[in-house]
């Protein structure tokens, strides 16, 4: 078995993975169409449950964020996206520039909006002020931004990765089923792939010291857990969550059910880079040792 900086080692080495900058990374050849046979395996998990599959936008607005309370939970997180100013002299400044990227850097104007750390929060936006029949579950897949500082790391925390949810708004009932069957389904994937891994309690890292009282809950009450593997050191790397939300989001987002209760939501989420890594650590980097795509295709059919 591999360690994690052995595999992305080998892979750099050979063009297969490259880096644009800290956390963000290329793939090509083999590596890619084994990320993309993942990706599809768990769009078949998705299935399972839902046809109602969104696309959801590439940002998110700081109000959504606002009133998803994310700003006092994980604002060390947080990116945005900002664009140049339309001034024509500050244009032509940056195009005659000997250096225009630092220019171009340097003009960059205030954000307008954020890179989604999460998909769910555009499910929620999306459906703010309504009443949902019991249950509506939606799955998407899409980029995730959240920069961890000195811990960004190539496959196994990057500052971009992709992410599969599958959401559910309803009864409790409806949140906690939906959450056992992704569990159930993600470990029968895990075993499919040859990975060694343990459902665990889990807490989200929040920031402020008002929230911090909600991860001790969170793990209390048994809200959230984990799909973990462990590296040849020891380290832990969580491949997926599962995530009772019980009625936060129903409130902070004015979602309510037929019978004027509050909907209640959790979600099942998959990390599509650290499954892929996941996988590169158990079996090498060589694609004739990796699980057969067409065994893998055949997982969820």
Same mark, same amino acid.
């Given at each position: 078995m591999l360690s994690p900086e052995q595999v992305v080692g080998e892979l750099r080495a050979t063009g297969a993975l490259w880096d644009a900058g800290p956390g963000l990374v290329g793939l090509r050849g083999p590596v890619a169409e084994l990320a993309r046979e993942i990706e599809s395996q768990l769009?078949?998990?998705?299935?399972?449950?839902?046809?109602? %599959?969104w696309r959801t936008p590439a940002g998110v607005s700081f109000e959504t964020l606002e009133r998803a309370q994310y700003f006092a939970s994980f604002p060390q997180w947080l990116s945005t996206a900002s664009h140049l100013s339309?001034?024509?002299?500050?244009?032509?400044?940056?195009?005659?520039?000997?250096?225009?990227?630092?220019?171009a850097r340097n003009a960059v104007g205030a954000p307008d909006t954020v890179l989604p750390p999460a998909v769910c929060y555009s499910t929620?936006?999306?459906?703010?002020?309504?009443?949902? %029949?019991s249950p509506l579950i939606m799955s998407a897949e899409g980029v995730c931004w959240r920069h961890e500082g000195d811990r960004l790391a190539a496959l196994e925390r990057g500052w971009a990765f992709t992410m599969r949810e599958i959401v559910c708004l309803g009864s409790d009932r409806? /949140?906690?089923?939906?959450? $056992?069957?992704?569990?159930?389904?993600? %470990?029968?994937?895990?075993?499919?792939?040859?990975?060694?891994?343990?459902?665990? /309690?889990?807490? $989200?890292?929040?920031?402020?010291p008002t929230s911090r009282g909600r991860a001790a809950?969170?793990?209390i009450k048994g809200l959230k857990h984990e799909l973990v593997v462990r590296f040849p050191d020891g380290r832990p790397l969580a491949i997926a969550s599962f995530n009772d939300h019980e009625r936060f989001f129903g409130e902070a987002f004015d979602i309510s059910l037929g019978d004027g209760a509050l909907a209640s939501s959790g979600c099942v989420a998959f990390g599509i880079e650290r499954w892929l890594l996941a996988v590169l /650590?158990?079996?090498?980097?060589?694609?004739?040792?990796?699980?057969?795509?067409?065994?893998?295709?055949? /997982?969820?059919?």
């Open positions: 769009r078949a998990i998705s299935r399972l449950e839902t046809d109602d %599959e339309g001034d024509e002299s500050v244009l032509n400044g940056i195009a005659s520039s000997a250096t225009p990227a630092a220019a929620y936006a999306a459906l703010a002020g309504t009443t949902i %029949e409806d /949140v906690r089923g939906l959450l $056992d069957r992704g569990a159930l389904h993600a %470990e029968s994937l895990a075993r499919e792939l040859g990975l060694e891994a343990t459902l665990d /309690v889990a807490n $989200d890292p929040f920031f402020a809950l969170q793990r /650590v158990a079996h090498g980097t060589n694609p004739s040792s990796w699980p057969t795509l067409s065994t893998l295709s055949g /997982v969820f059919a």
